[in-house]
């Protein structure tokens, strides 16, 4: 993945800040920039890597060893601003990039050693087969915004929109989300009655997509998931959701058809 000073790649300084970027062994890069200095970024990189790629689940294994940090601090002491700045040997070649992406014109990043034993190349080497996509070169540089749930992609041709929910953009059908808390016998129940409601009373295609809360924390904030089990009607607009009890068919059905 060559690099450029295309306009694509920068961004205005946003100040005090903290930054995380994780690339793929391909090269792509997924990243944000958070002023409130919010927790948790990792794991919604990862999750936007899974969503984009089509990913079995999400790639945590690369954290340890393809991760970068930026911290733009203020000094109490000394009122001055101080930088720090890690990345891990195997990403320390993109130094360039992560510069563009956050702004840091010829900033020399320092190697970040730790958790060196899980990046063995035999061990990394062991996911290839499970996760082809990510030794693919995209041409990917995909932004996760500060604010709750925005995304931007950029590349070194084009700059675009990209959103979570487009993911998901069938011409017709339904696109539902089933938000479980573990796999149990009232999960399977509720599952086998919502795919009988589903089948007799849709005469549209339907994706039904069920996620663990537990597995997929990020996922459930995402759509505002605050019990469960519910289910989320993602397309057609409006989003739609229901909690709770998911044997009334009538509710189910009128949500489905609210346009």
């Not at 057609?236 to 009128?254: F, T």
């Amino acid at each position: 993945m060559s690099y450029s000073s295309d306009s694509a790649l920068k961004t205005q300084n946003p100040g005090l800040f903290k930054g995380i970027a994780l690339f793929t062994p391909g090269g792509d890069l997924v990243y944000c920039i958070d002023p409130h200095k919010q927790s948790r970024w990792h794991l919604q990189l990862c999750s936007v890597l899974q969503e984009m790629l089509g990913l079995v689940e999400p790639p945590h294994f690369l954290l340890p060893c393809y991760t970068a940090t930026i911290d733009r601090w203020l000094d109490p002491k000394t009122q001055q601003i101080q930088i720090s700045a890690e990345a891990c040997p195997r990403v320390l070649s993109h130094q360039a990039l992560l510069n563009a992406i956050f702004a840091m014109e010829d900033l020399v990043w320092e190697a970040d050693p730790r958790q060196k034993e899980l990046c063995d190349p035999l061990v990394l080497a062991s996911y290839r087969q499970q996760f082809p996509q990510l030794w693919e070169e995209h041409d990917l540089v995909v932004r996760l915004q500060a604010e709750p749930h925005s995304y931007s992609l950029e590349s070194r041709h084009t700059a675009l929109s990209w959103s979570p929910q487009k993911l998901d953009p069938p011409s017709q059908g339904y696109v539902l989300r089933l938000f479980i808390a573990g796999h149990n016998s009232a999960t399977e129940r509720i599952l086998q009655n919502l795919h009988q409601l589903l089948e007799k009373s849709l005469q549209q295609p339907y994706t039904l997509k069920v996620v663990d809360i537990y597995k997929h924390p990020e996922q459930a904030e995402a759509d505002q998931v605050a019990a469960t089990p519910t289910l989320v009607k993602v397309w057609p607009k409006p989003v739609r959701r229901i909690a709770g009890n998911l044997e009334n068919a009538a509710k189910i059905l009128q949500m489905l058809s609210t346009s």
